[in-house]
Nanobody
Framework: QVHLVESGGGLVQSGGSLRLSCAAS????????VSWYRQAPGKQRELVAS???????TYRDSVKGRFTISRDNAKNTMYLQMNSLKPEDTAVYYC????????WGQGTQVTVSS
C-alpha cells in the first residue's frame, strides 16, 4: 500500500525559508514523477511543483525562482525547499504520486506571517 508522510511545515515570517520533506513507501519511488500541491483556506488545491524520474522539474509561475523541488531515490524521499516565502504561500502542502491513481500525504501546514 502506498503511504506518503510529509514533514517540515511551520510558522515563518515573510522572507523566510522552510524545507518540506515527503517520505514514500509501498511504491518503486524512483520510476514515478512526484509532485507538491497546496491548498489555502477556501481555495482549490493547486499544483506547486513536479519532478520526473529524470529530474526534470516544473513549477507554477508564482513560485518560480523561490521554490526548488528535488528527490532522493535512495531514501524514497522528495523535498520542497521554499525561500523568500510570502503570506500568499500560506497553505496546507501535500505530496502526491500517481502510480495508478492519486495518492496523497496527510498534509503539512505552512503559515507565513507578514
Amino acid at each position: 500500500q502506498v503511504h506518503l508522510v510529509e514533514s517540515g511545515g511551520g510558522l515563518v515570517q515573510s522572507g523566510g525559508s522552510l524545507r518540506l520533506s515527503c517520505a514514500a513507501s509501498g511504491i518503486v519511488f524512483r520510476i514515478y514523477a512526484v509532485s507538491w500541491y497546496r491548498q489555502a483556506p477556501g481555495k482549490q488545491r493547486e499544483l506547486v511543483a513536479s519532478i520526473t524520474p529524470g529530474d526534470r522539474t516544473t513549477y507554477r509561475d508564482s513560485v518560480k525562482g523561490r521554490f526548488t523541488i528535488s528527490r532522493d531515490n535512495a531514501k524514497n524521499t522528495m523535498y520542497l525547499q521554499m525561500n523568500s516565502l510570502k503570506p500568499e504561500d500560506t497553505a496546507v502542502y501535500y505530496c502526491n504520486v500517481n502510480p495508478s491513481r492519486d495518492y496523497w500525504g496527510q498534509g503539512t501546514q505552512v503559515t507565513v506571517s507578514s
